[in-house]
């Protein structure tokens, strides 16, 4: 469970990245500096995804394509994180 910090101008490229990287059953969490706020990735099968969203709203997108996530993820960065320049990356 290891936590590293990404840049907000690495946000679209980690996100492509993690998509790929990800294993069947694991979740990736992004989390604002103060962690008060987070979204996590969850990858159910090769092409179905799973979204979160703990912040400002509670949401649960299920049952996502590669593409569904990566425009998601766009809307929800302005949403969770306007203001943030650093993430936290928890990767379980």
Do not use: C
Not at 4 to 25: A, C, H, Q, V
Not at 27 to 52: C, G, Q
């Amino acid at each position: 469970m290891a936590i590293n910090k990404i840049s907000m101008k690495d946000y679209n490229r980690f996100i492509e990245n993690i998509l790929t990287e990800l294993e069947i059953g694991k979740r990736v969490n992004l989390l604002t500096f103060k962690r008060d706020r987070k979204v996590s990735i969850i990858k159910i099968s090769n092409e179905k995804f799973a979204v979160e969203e703990d912040g400002f709203k509670q949401k649960k997108f299920d049952d996502l394509n590669r593409h569904q996530v990566v425009k998601l993820m766009d809307k929800l960065r302005d949403i969770e994180f306007p203001r943030s320049n650093m993430l936290h990356i928890n990767r379980k």
